[in-house]
């Protein structure tokens, strides 16, 4: 055999070998692509996006700047200028459930929500808290209990309770009606009056007394 033969008939072999290592190699591709075809496939669970709408913020009261407060009759100057006292059961808002906002009559700052409101059976309008700033706390004339006033206009609003366990908050604003206003849920606030500066109108009541420690209450208004 002569060498030409000779590498001819390598040659050969040499193609056939490389074909089957071909084959082989395409072989074992469809075997692998069948298995993993076979395999079970993790399902994730659909993921869903939570939409948080926000909450929706309670209207806030504008305010304007006066010359005096809101007009007041006989009746409502007794309560709110003179610290008098509505009679218990008479009150327009005592049983109110409606909800809204519960404003000062006099300056028309909002005071009390009327999620804040629950039924005491004391006679007059009860809240567990108030909006935050819309009211101070002083010292009643008696020297015992705890009135409450405006913080804008220093109108006298009632007294506050402590200690007796009508809701976890454990407070009671026992409120004349006569001193507030209701606006009912979706109605617009009434702009809050602010009188102008050095206005003689203007109480010293407004200017808060910080109470070191306020005496629990427990008495009826």
């Given at each position: 055999m002569t060498h030409e033969t000779e590498n001819r008939r390598f040659g050969k072999q040499g193609i056939a070998a490389a074909l089957t290592l071909v084959a082989l190699a395409a072989g074992l591709v469809v075997l692998y692509s069948s298995a993993v075809a076979d395999t079970p496939t993790e399902t994730k669970p659909a993921t869903t996006d939570t939409i948080t709408t926000p909450a929706i913020a309670p209207e806030k009261a504008t305010t304007i700047v006066a010359k005096k407060y809101n007009d007041l009759n006989p009746e409502e100057a007794y309560v709110i200028l003179d610290k008098g006292t509505e009679r218990a059961g008479v009150g327009e808002y005592t049983s109110n459930k409606k909800p809204g906002t519960y404003i000062c009559r006099r300056c028309n700052l909002p005071l009390y929500k009327s999620t804040d409101k629950f039924e005491s059976h004391c006679g007059w309008p009860s809240f567990d808290d108030e909006i935050k700033?819309?009211?101070?706390?002083?010292?009643?004339?008696?020297?015992?209990?705890?009135?409450?006033?405006?913080?804008?206009?220093?109108?006298?609003?009632?007294?506050?309770?402590?200690?007796?366990?009508?809701?976890?908050?454990?407070?009671?604003?026992?409120?004349?009606?006569?001193?507030?206003?209701?606006?009912?849920?979706?109605?617009?606030?009434?702009p809050v009056i602010r009188l102008e500066e050095n206005d003689s109108e203007t109480p010293q009541a407004t200017k808060p007394v910080v109470l070191e420690a306020a005496p629990k209450q427990t008495e009826p208004k």
């Open positions: 700033n819309a009211v101070d706390r002083h010292i009643d004339a008696d020297g015992r209990r705890i009135e409450i006033v405006c913080n804008n206009c220093g109108g006298h609003l009632g007294h506050v309770f402590e200690g007796e366990r009508f809701t976890d908050k454990n407070t009671r604003h026992c409120v004349n009606s006569i001193s507030m206003r209701f606006i009912v849920e979706g109605e617009k606030l009434p």
